[in-house]
């Protein structure tokens, strides 16, 4: 079974970039789907962006479109979300999630209940 592990967080300054790590120990990498989650203190999970399993398709929500990227390099296993243009509103606890399940419909991987696994998370967070 995937396992996935967060790294990259901290702390940065309103207006600044930092990318976000997800590495998978699994050598079927390539047949996972990837998605980005965030959870600020008092909200509930949300959806951030995600990577299908090949590359070939990729999603991001509306809140950070513009500002944050995701990719992929499945020969290092890992998943990338850059971040550009911080701000305070994306301070949050970041997690990376992983699933098998493939599908055309893009807004499945919306729903965190929809990965089977997670990391434990790493903090982002955003001083003004």
């Known amino acids: 079974q995937v396992q996935v592990v967060e790294s990259g967080g901290g702390l940065v300054q309103a207006g600044g970039s930092m990318r976000l790590s997800c590495l998978a120990s699994?050598?079927?990498?390539?047949?996972?789907?990837i998605g980005w989650f965030r959870q600020a203190p008092g909200n509930e999970r949300e959806f951030v962006a995600a990577v299908s399993w090949n590359g070939g398709a990729s999603w991001v929500a509306d809140s950070v479109k513009g500002r944050f990227t995701i990719s992929r390099d499945n020969v290092k296993s890992t998943v990338y979300l850059q971040m550009n243009s911080l701000s305070p509103d994306d301070t949050a606890v970041y997690y990376c999630a992983a699933t098998y399940y493939r599908t055309a419909s893009g807004s499945y991987y919306y729903e965190a209940k929809n990965y089977e696994t997670w990391g434990q998370g790493t903090q982002v967070t955003v001083s003004s």
């Open positions: 699994i050598s079927t990498f390539s047949s996972y789907t």
